[in-house]
T-cell receptor, first 115, second 116 residues
Framework: AQSVTQLGSHVSVSEGALVLLRCNYS??????LFWYVQYPNQGLQLLLK??????LVKGINGFEAEFKKSETSFHLTKPSAHMSDAAEYFC?????????????FGKGTKLSVKP | NAGVTQTPKFQVLKTGQSMTLQCAQD?????MYWYRQDPGMGLRLIYY???????DKGEVPNGYNVSRLNKREFSLRLESAAPSQTSVYFC???????????????FGPGTRLTVT
């Protein structure tokens, strides 16, 4: 069965520092991978996704992620954190093994940005 | 374009009461989904509808029913609410099943439900 693990439920960085949010997945078929962001009291917004092709994916707000099949990882990075990046981030894998109706989410990483 | 809309935004129920959460999308999407979000659990799929006229169970369907009223609307019903159903409920839609093609899902703003 497919699953997603996000390492670290809370990450704190200083404004201007590198943001690195870790995501590992398990899947026996080529995965579709997503990163979503949730600002307080709002719904989820897509940051970026990987389906096929180029393994380095660029998203909105300066975020990018690299699909590494050998490491079963899809870590999210941003070179320089901004205060407005404070939010909760969810990695997700699309269910391609079962009913195909699922996005299987990690438990989320809350990012804090210190001034 | 409003995207995905949900009503109500907040609701408090007593144990045993029933209610229906409404969801509508204006993007002409075929597939729609209901999730619940609980602290530290991420989002879990309750039910989904691949296309108008079809519905299927997700990971946590017990205690819920759904109706795909038409292509735009997908409602979630709690017949007899329990405290364990206290959660934030999100509706989402996508052009087709995410698992089939990799289409992203678009989420509504959520309904915060408390069952006392």
């Amino acid at each position: 069965a497919q699953s997603v693990t996000q390492l670290g439920s809370h990450v704190s960085v200083s404004e201007g520092a590198l943001v690195l949010l870790r995501c590992n997945y398990s899947s026996s078929v080529p995965p579709y991978l997503f990163w979503y962001v949730q600002y307080p009291n709002q719904g989820l917004q897509l940051l970026l996704k990987y389906t096929t092709g180029a393994t380095l994916v660029k998203g909105i707000n300066g975020f990018e992620a690299e699909f590494k099949k050998s490491e079963t990882s899809f870590h999210l990075t941003k070179p320089s954190a901004h205060m407005s990046d404070a939010a909760e981030y969810f990695c997700a894998v699309s269910d391609r093994e079962g009913s195909q109706g699922n996005l299987i989410f990690g438990k989320g990483t809350k990012l804090s940005v210190k001034p | 374009n409003a995207g995905v809309t949900q009503t109500p935004k907040f609701q408090v129920l007593k144990t045993g009461q029933s209610m229906t959460l409404q969801c509508a999308q204006d993007m002409n999407h075929n597939s729609m989904y209901w999730y619940r979000q609980d602290p530290g659990m991420g989002l879990r799929l309750i039910y989904y509808s691949a296309s108008e006229g079809t519905t299927d169970k997700g990971e946590v369907p017990n205690g819920y029913n759904v109706s795909r009223l038409n292509k735009r609307e997908f409602s979630l019903r709690l017949e007899s609410a329990a405290p364990s159903q206290t959660s934030v409920y999100f509706c989402a839609s996508s052009e087709a099943l995410t698992g089939a093609i990799g289409y992203e899902q678009y989420f509504g703003p959520g309904t915060r439900l408390t069952v006392t």
